[in-house]
């Protein structure tokens, strides 16, 4: 996740975890439980199903899946010597592995719960936005907003639009466009899952205009918070 301040910095960890997690590969039995040594995942196959039958849906409807590292414990990974420990994509280059087949997506969740990652910036873009922005927002905007569990409301928008010089100014509105990525739901992280406010099918799988998008955010307490700054200037 390009320039995202979201979920974190890659920090360096020892390689237990990975080590335990590598044991993993080739999973695919019925009934068989699996622990590793940070007790995940006994609940691996349903977790992966519920991952699987999400990143199909999304690519059934035109949008390129990612499949990001899996979460193992209080961490993500992508396997052995990983030193990334918040959510990425699984494989590199990752734009290579964006893809929209079905199949091919049936086919990778099938080995392991990889999480879902969306690319951005082909079948829409991402205003990435906190809470107190994003909050008032999200019902004024027909389309489809996603929100993380550390506060962070994503707007799913038709791709090509730049920033508004009003939103730029603030460091912690984000648009995520060509070569970038966002966590879609139902990603579990350690801090609980990634869910929608406005689910895709609410609004048919129909994105909403960018500009009409960041006039809503603008709406919000960001445009008084603007407002309020130029008085002040
Ligand atoms: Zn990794």
Known sequence: MRDAPIFGRSVSTEGSVCTAYATELGDDDVGLVRLFADGYPARSRLQRLTLRRAASRYAAHGWPVIPGACLAGMRFTCGLGCQTVSVHPAMEPWEAHATTDVALVAAIWRRRPFSVLLATGVAFDVLDVPA???????????????????????????????????????????????????PAPPVRTPLGRVRWSVAPQATEWRLPEPARVQEALLGTSLGSLSRGGARLA
């Open 132 to 182: 107190y922005i994003g909050a008032g927002a999200a019902r004024a905007v027909r389309g489809p907003v996603a929100v993380t569990p550390t506060g962070r409301w994503m707007f799913l928008v038709r791709p090509g639009a730049e920033l508004r010089p009003e939103l730029a100014l603030h460091h912690d509105v984000v648009l995520h466009g060509r070569h970038s990525w966002i």
